[in-house]
C-alpha cells in the first residue's frame, strides 16, 4: 500500500497549518506519495485540495514544463472549479483536486527505465488515493487534467490505457509530429530528448510515446466510454495548434469521439487560466455520470 505522510510546507511530518478556510473554500495539504518508479527520489509531492467531507470524484491536475503542483493555484484553478460548478445542474457534489508535482522535463518516460512518470501516475497515484481518501475512488471516479506537457501526457496515458481511464482533458497540450524530422526549429536537436529518445532520436522509441501514432493504432474499441476533451490557441506560438488538430483529425477518422477546440489566443497560463471553466465543466459532467 503506498505510504502517506502530510508535510508542513516542503518539510516535516504534520498536517500542514492553514488559517480556517472559508465557505466553499477547498483545506489545502501538501502530501507525500512514496514512488518506486523514479530512481533519482523516493516520493512525489502533491497539494491536495480537499472539500469538506469524504470526496466522491477527484480530478488529478497536471503542469507544464516549468510548472509545479503550485500551478494550479497560480492559474485560479479552485475558483475555476467553483464556477463550473455553480454552472451545471447535477455535479459530484465534493470533488478532490489534487495538483502533483512533476520534474523539469513535465513527465518523461526515460529510456534507461530510471523514470517512469506513467507509473506514477496511472498506478501508484490511484493507490494512493483510494488508500488516502477511500477505496470507493476507482477509476471511474478519476479524472485527469493537464496543461502543455501535461496536457499531453495525460493523452498519452489515456491512449495508452484506456482501461485506466474514464475523463480526461488538456489545454494546449505539447503534441509532436509522429515523424521526429518533421518538428518545428525550435524543438530540433534539443538536449532534452537525449534522455527519453537518444540523439539522434530513436524513431521508433519515439513512435511508441507519440499520442497521433497512438491515436492511429491504438484499437478503437478500448476507447469506448473514455471521455476526450483538449483546446489550444490559434496563435500557440510552439506550433501546437497544427499537432493539436491533426490529433483531432486522426482520432474523428476512426470514429473516435472528442471535443476539440482551436480558441483565439496563444500558449501559457492566459489561454490555460481563462478556458479552464470549459474543461472542469465536461470532466464534471463526465465524474457525475460515473457517480451516479
Not at 491536495?48 to 491536475?61: K, N, T
Not at 527519453?196 to 521508433?204: S, T
Amino acid at each position: 500500500m503506498p505510504k502517506l505522510s502530510l508535510l508542513l510546507g516542503f518539510a516535516g511530518t504534520t498536517v500542514l497549518g492553514c488559517p480556517q478556510p472559508a465557505t466553499n473554500t477547498p483545506r489545502v495539504e501538501v502530501l507525500e506519495l512514496s514512488t518506486h518508479s523514479i530512481a533519482s527520489r523516493s516520493s512525489v509531492r502533491i497539494t491536495a485540495y480537499l472539500p469538506g467531507g469524504v470526496p466522491d470524484a477527484v480530478i488529478v491536475f497536471l503542469h507544464g514544463v516549468g510548472g509545479s503542483d503550485s500551478t494550479w493555484a497560480e492559474l485560479g484553478g479552485p475558483q475555476a472549479l467553483s464556477t463550473a460548478m455553480d454552472g451545471l445542474q447535477d455535479p459530484p457534489p465534493r470533488v478532490l483536486v489534487v495538483a502533483v508535482a512533476g520534474d523539469s522535463l513535465g513527465w518523461p518516460e526515460y529510456r534507461d527505465s530510471t523514470v517512469s512518470w506513467e507509473q506514477v501516475l496511472a498506478e501508484e497515484l490511484p493507490a494512493f488515493l483510494r488508500s488516502r481518501f477511500g477505496e470507493h475512488l476507482s477509476g471511474q471516479r478519476i479524472a485527469y487534467l493537464g496543461t502543455s506537457a501535461g496536457g499531453e501526457k495525460v493523452i498519452t496515458m489515456a491512449l495508452r490505457r484506456p482501461e485506466a481511464f474514464r475523463c480526461i482533458a488538456a489545454h494546449s497540450p505539447a503534441i509532436h509530429p509522429p515523424d521526429p524530422s518533421r518538428l518545428p526549429g525550435w524543438a530540433r536537436g534539443w538536449e532534452g530528448w537525449e534522455p527519453l529518445y537518444g540523439l539522434p532520436i530513436n524513431e521508433e522509441l519515439w513512435r511508441s510515446e507519440n499520442v497521433i501514432h497512438l491515436a492511429a493504432t491504438v484499437s478503437t474499441e478500448s476507447l469506448t466510454g473514455l471521455d476526450i476533451y483538449f483546446d489550444v490557441g490559434a496563435d500557440d506560438h510552439l506550433g501546437f495548434q497544427t499537432t493539436s488538430a491533426k490529433l483531432s483529425n486522426t482520432l474523428a477518422s476512426r470514429g473516435v469521439p472528442h471535443e476539440f477546440a482551436l480558441r483565439p489566443g496563444g500558449h501559457g497560463s492566459a489561454f490555460t487560466a481563462e478556458h479552464l471553466p470549459k474543461s472542469l465543466a465536461m470532466l464534471l459532467r463526465c465524474l457525475a455520470a460515473a457517480t451516479n
